[in-house]
């Protein structure tokens, strides 16, 4: 069973950076899509962005287009999201998630189209 570990969450000042981490345990098939969704309290989980493995498909949210960049290692199984010029808003549990690619589609923020969670790391942002 694949499990997806995630780490780098923390406490930040607006404006600051953060690199999250999602280690997954075992193999990823590469007919996979990964990524990052958030949940804020009182919120419902949405999509922040997401990659194939392949690297061939990729998505933001417009939320935060510009200032996210998804990454991945394939040869350490991981996948990475680089968060700068972070903002309150951008305070949530991140969780990093996985699914099978349906052929001839691209990877999207659908949460329904991920069925591997992590268990979430947190993210802070003070004004």
């Known amino acids: 069973q694949v499990q997806l570990v995630e780490s780098g969450g923390g406490s930040v000042q607006a404006g600051g950076s953060l690199r999250l981490s999602c280690a997954a345990s075992?193999?990823?098939?590469?007919?996979?899509?990964m990524g990052w969704f958030r949940q804020a309290p009182g919120k419902e989980r949405e999509g922040v962005a997401v990659?194939?493995?392949?690297?061939?498909?990729?998505y933001d949210a417009d939320s935060v287009k510009g200032r996210f960049t998804i990454s991945q290692d394939n040869a350490k199984n991981t996948v990475y999201l680089q968060m700068n010029s972070l903002k309150p808003e951008d305070t949530a549990m991140y969780y990093c998630?996985?699914?099978?690619?349906?052929?001839?589609?691209?990877?999207?923020?659908?949460?329904?189209?991920?069925?591997?969670w992590g268990q979430g790391t947190q993210v802070t942002v003070s004004s």
């Open positions: 990659l194939s493995r392949t690297g061939d498909s990729t």
């Open positions: 998630a996985a699914g099978a690619r349906r052929l001839g589609t691209s990877c999207s923020l659908y949460r329904g189209a991920y069925n591997l």
């Open positions: 075992g193999s990823i098939y590469v007919s996979t899509c």
